[in-house]
């Protein structure tokens, strides 16, 4: 039995993988925000004085604690924390609105709310009896460790359950593909809200990597912050992308990155080779996931140059099916809803047992069978079994009688010179489709371009241009402010 394989068979929390990370680099630098930095050595004894301290306040398995996930090392030893003694962690993004606020509070009905993280003191560095002090492994075990909210792009946000087990699996095979190494500086920029985002933790212990946290927001500096750290992997939504190649100027940079990954939203064919021009050093690895189950599928690095558009395989452990429109099982090729089942499938939604019982398909019969996820994203699978991910059950649209999607034309919009990006609104409630671009030609001049590069009944009705894309506070485009827009220049 290999050592990854021992050390997986010991870890039955979240805080394993700290506590493993603390055993073999104890000095190596663990975290990094702003205002300095924690050893592994540290990270463990913060952790444990922040476990202590909701110890103190009556706070144990069982009780949920709303973490306003600020991106500093105080977020990190209060998740930690919690997990210590057993209680399930809800990190929320600080820059959600009060009415979101109001709805978690209402939905998850947490015993302590933490809308500013206090200082609290180390704990000296815990002998491992210290650390099981704070709670019984066997309570700890029977509640979740995570509530992880989605955005609520287009409903309300749910919160998806996570138990410690399906975590730990997901970061072990995740891990497998990314290999992050011991002396790598992941430099994540994404809210610790965000899954991706707060997957970079997990996953930069289980390497003993160091990780750079950041607040929200993307500034002007960031380019100079990943070179100054020395960051060598770099996580990236496609609003991150851009304001890099924006910063880069078209011209190949001076950094030390050798890795950037994608997940979240898919970044655009341009915007990869682009990122190659300005990162001539950086590799590229494409992945795909939902909250559900963390992640499905990861590409070797670079894959994208001999299968365009695949995902890569799926995980160790992970089992994904594309089912067709009446529910067979679609040949290779052939486009359908893509199903998972594995050890990381999350237990469901909160307090949502339809919506559970519609996303999470377990057996019929009862029986203790694999739950199947239907994650509502439409893709393929080729004759080598690698993922191709088309979009949502929504994004894919008939107009005029002719099948499209929002990836497909939001493709040929970039095309045309003169625009960097875009964004399709498909057809609802009698409303044609609507493209927003930022472009420096006229919408009429898109339109017409458009017009050369897809058939006629694939271009929509209605082309707007705005500054910027609206987007929320993980990166991903926001289609309610999209929607919001498009009402209030309709006459």
């Not at 929390?13 to 663990?30: K, M, Q």
């Not at 309570?139 to 992880?148: F, K, M, Y």
């Not at 997901?170 to 430099?187: G, H, K, Q, S, W």
Request: proline share 7%; net charge negative; with cysteine.
């Amino acid at each position: 039995m290999t050592s990854e394989a021992v050390r997986r068979m010991t870890m039955h929390a979240i805080h394993d993988l700290l506590l493993s990370a603390r055993e073999r680099r104890p000095d190596g630098t663990a975290l990094r925000d702003d205002e300095g930095s924690w050893t592994y050595r540290e990270l463990t004894a913060h952790s444990h004085g922040f476990g202590a301290w909701l110890r103190d306040r009556g706070i144990g398995p069982g009780d949920r604690v709303l973490i306003r996930a600020a991106g500093n090392r105080k977020t990190l030893a209060a998740l930690y924390g919690c997990s210590l003694v057993g209680a399930t962690a809800i990190p929320l993004s600080p820059t959600a609105t009060r009415r979101e606020l109001e709805h978690v509070v209402r939905d998850a009905t947490p015993s302590l709310t933490l809308q500013d993280i206090p200082s609290v003191p180390a704990a000296g560095e815990p002998s491992s009896a210290d650390l099981d002090a704070l709670s019984d492994p066997t309570a700890r075990a029977a509640h979740p460790a995570l509530l992880i909210y989605t955005s609520g792009s287009t409903a309300a946000p749910k919160a998806v359950v996570c138990r410690a087990e399906q975590i730990l699996f997901a970061v072990t095979a995740i891990a497998e593909r990314l290999r992050y190494a011991p002396d790598d500086v992941v430099y994540c920029r994404l809210p610790l809200s965000f899954d991706y985002g707060l997957y970079q933790t997990f996953l930069a212990a289980h390497a003993t990597a160091e990780l750079v946290v950041a607040p929200g927001g993307v500034d002007g500096r960031v380019l100079t912050r990943i070179r100054e750290l020395g960051a060598t992997v770099v996580p990236l939504v496609p609003g991150l992308a851009t304001i890099l190649l924006r910063l880069a100027r078209g011209r190949p940079v001076e950094s030390s990155v050798r890795l950037f990954t994608n997940t979240g939203e898919a970044l655009p064919a341009e915007t990869i080779r682009e990122l190659r021009a300005c990162f001539p050093r950086a590799g590229i690895q494409l992945m795909y996931g939902t909250t559900e189950c963390k992640r499905i599928s990861i590409a070797p690095v670079d894959e994208d140059r001999e299968r365009p558009g695949s995902v890569g395989p799926p995980l160790t452990g992970t089992r994904v099916g594309i089912l067709g429109a009446d529910g067979h099982e679609a040949e290779a090729g052939e486009v359908g809803e893509i199903v998972v089942s594995g050890p990381h499938v999350m237990d469901g939604y909160w307090n949502a047992p339809e919506i559970t019982a519609q996303v999470f398909r377990r057996p019929a019969d009862g029986s203790a069978g694999e739950t199947v996820l239907h994650t509502g994203d439409y893709g393929y699978l080729d004759t080598d079994g690698h993922v191709y991910v088309v979009g949502r059950r929504d994004s894919v649209f008939k107009r005029l009688g002719v099948r499209t999607s929002t990836a497909e034309i939001e493709a040929a919009a970039r095309a045309v010179p003169g625009v960097t990006e875009a964004a399709v609104l498909p057809p609802l409630d009698g409303r044609d489709a609507a493209l927003f671009v930022v472009a420096s030609v006229p919408e009429t001049e898109v339109l017409r371009q458009l017009r050369t590069l897809l058939d006629a009944q694939k271009v929509p009705g209605v082309c707007r241009t705005v500054a910027e894309l609206p987007r929320q506070s993980n990166g991903k485009l926001d289609r309610v402010a999209l929607r919001s827009l498009l009402t209030e220049v309709s006459p």
